[in-house]
């Protein structure tokens, strides 16, 4: 297939801070591409890189066929990018945005109307064309930002924590429109640190430290998680997480939902003790089983085999 993006050994420092670390991997034209991990990871950084907006300090790579090191201009016209910030004017309306964007990417004319009305169509905002972009809820902003960004066709789309604050039904309408433009042939690299999202794409990055620990299809990822894990449901969830740090057979401890997760070493020996440990510290439990891993589950499993994330 051919090569969407390609980077090799990709670094960035800011001063003594390493923030993206000899990273490494390729994205085949119409793939969607995820790149997952917390905060800090390094995410952002890569995707500004890649983007032309931040010159790396070692490292390679392409993008549309551009080099990242002296080509940014180049592939600044060549691809799509949607920020954790929508880059949307609020004292605009709509159809103003629209036009501002056209403007912006070279499209006029019979193309811009043309253009103006697929973007409202794909955003569902044909009937507000004329309200103030400000007044429109998150999701319709949102749903505008990815349509502004595509308004020139491009062939490749970044895509940079778009769902910060968006409701769950709202995050899925935008992965529709996701798939849709997948479908079309159009290269979609986005980050996330939203787990369940990550599930949509088709292959994942999954960042610790400003490196990549991990990559491959979601259900292959799962599959790479060989320590198992017990699912313990109590009416004081976060105080079990706690009492569980450190405890013997317990390699990680986290909250899932309502339920704590626990990687152990010894699934049957972990069943036995640890009701008794936790009912030894006030904390009785209600139930305790194993569970198949989640990939919020894969990920803290690869990040403890790491030597554990940076905190603060």
């Known amino acids: 297939m051919t090569v969407a993006v390609s980077v090799r050994d990709l670094t960035r ?21 995820g790149f997952l991990g917390p905060n800090g990871a390094g995410k952002t950084t890569t995707i ?26 180049r592939i600044k016209r060549s691809i799509g ?14 159809d103003e945005n629209i036009q501002l964007f056209g403007g912006l990417y070279g499209v006029t ?5 043309r253009r103006r009305q697929a973007v409202l169509e ?34 490749l789309l970044f895509l940079d924590e778009p769902t910060s604050g968006v409701d769950p039904i709202s995050r899925r309408s935008f992965w529709e429109l996701i798939y849709g433009l997948a479908a079309g042939g159009t290269t979609v690299f986005v980050s996330t640190h939203y787990m369940e999202e990550a599930e949509y794409c088709h292959r994942l990055a999954l960042m610790n430290r400003g490196r990549i620990i991990a990559l491959d299809r979601p259900a292959a990822l799962r599959t790479t998680m060989t320590e198992p894990l017990l699912a313990i449901a109590a009416d004081h ?8 740090q450190g405890a013997p057979l317990v390699l990680e401890a986290a909250m899932f939902g309502r339920d704590v997760h626990v990687m152990v070493e010894d699934a049957a020996a972990a069943e036995e003790y640890l009701p008794v440990l936790l009912a030894g510290k006030g904390l009785p439990i209600r139930s305790i089983q194993a569970v198949r891993p989640s990939l919020e589950d894969v990920f803290v499993a690869l990040v403890h085999r790491e030597g554990g994330a940076v905190l603060g």
């Open 48 to 73: 500004r890189m890649l983007t032309g907006l931040l010159v790396p300090t070692s490292g390679s790579g392409t993008v549309a066929g551009f080099d990242v090191r002296t080509e940014s201009e």
């Open 81 to 94: 990018y949607m920020s954790q910030l929508f880059s949307l004017y609020p004292d605009l309306t709509v």
């Open 122 to 155: 794909m955003a569902g905002l044909t009937a507000h064309r004329q309200r103030l972009t400000g007044e429109l809820p998150l999701g319709w902003k949102q749903r505008l930002a990815l349509g502004t960004a595509v308004l020139h066709e491009p062939p």
């Open 109 to 113: 004319g019979e193309r811009l109307e």
């Open 237 to 244: 969830g976060p105080a079990v997480a706690q009492a569980l």
């Open 13 to 33: 420092r800011f001063g003594d801070f390493t923030a993206v670390d000899r990273v490494t991997f390729d994205v085949s034209e119409g793939e969607i591409f």
